[in-house]
């Protein structure tokens, strides 16, 4: 069946569009695309924006703010964005982070979407033509969503201050068993003075590890000091199983692996 594409130079007119029903909007097309190939036949047409805007990168003030329509290979690429380059190269192989955008990550479900995991890390926050909401409230919402992303913006992390491991059988680039990110602050005396911890594959799409986060405040990054962090790495958490890894593997590994990012 052909799809039908519209293409708009303004957010609001693809917005607008994509009220219809079955439209689905494009991106990069490595999720969009793939189903329609595969069959879906709930996807009738295409909606694409060209807005200058959603291709922008803007770092200042220590803050940053990519374009929904900038792709994982960009943000690998970008100067001033070092510390998620491992985040955005966990995606994929070379060929898809040349089309994959960071909208488009932001509804990959599990177990996709490894940069989403680093956003909530990085508490960021995700704009639409409404405005902007808390990166947790989309994330909650996103299967109802009918407007277009147009942005992601965030507090530039200190390279030492964020953390970024993807787990996965086929090197190097096959899909997650498990994605965790982290964003630690250290107190002057060596403790953790905040921390917000995010997990890929513990659920159907990226959460909050909260009671590891609150487990680490006033503890030191050493073995004994994570102890009780790692004992309740897996509260809250519904893991997925697929052909990769089953939801018993996914909670037995998370301490393991979850140690691992936090002691290095």
Known sequence: MALALQTFSAVRDA???????????????TLVVRAANEGDVSVTGLVR?????????????????IGASVTM??????????ALSKAARAVGGPAIRNMATVGGNLFAPSPYGDFA?????????????????????????????????????????KAKNFRFLKVSR?????????????VLEQAGDGTVSSARIALGCMADRPMRARAAEKALIGSRLEQDGVAAALAAAGEGTSPITDPIAS????????PVHLGRLLLT
């Open 117 to 157: 995991v680093a956003l909530l890390a990085l508490d960021a926050t995700v704009g639409t033509d409404d405005g902007e909401l808390p990166i947790e409230d989309f994330l909650a919402r996103r299967d109802d969503s009918r407007a277009i992303v147009t942005s992601v913006a965030f507090a530039l992390p």
């Open 73 to 82: 290979a960009a943000i690998a690429r970008h100067p001033e964005l070092a």
């Open 15 to 29: 917005n607008a569009a994509l009220k219809a029903p079955g439209t689905r909007y494009l991106g990069g097309g």
């Open 170 to 182: 086929v090197k190097p680039k096959g899909v997650s068993v498990i994605s965790i990110a982290a």
């Open 247 to 254: 939801a018993w593997y996914r909670a037995e590994v998370l």
């Open 49 to 65: 924006s060209t807005d200058p805007t959603l291709s922008g990168i803007t770092v200042a003030g220590g803050k940053v703010r």
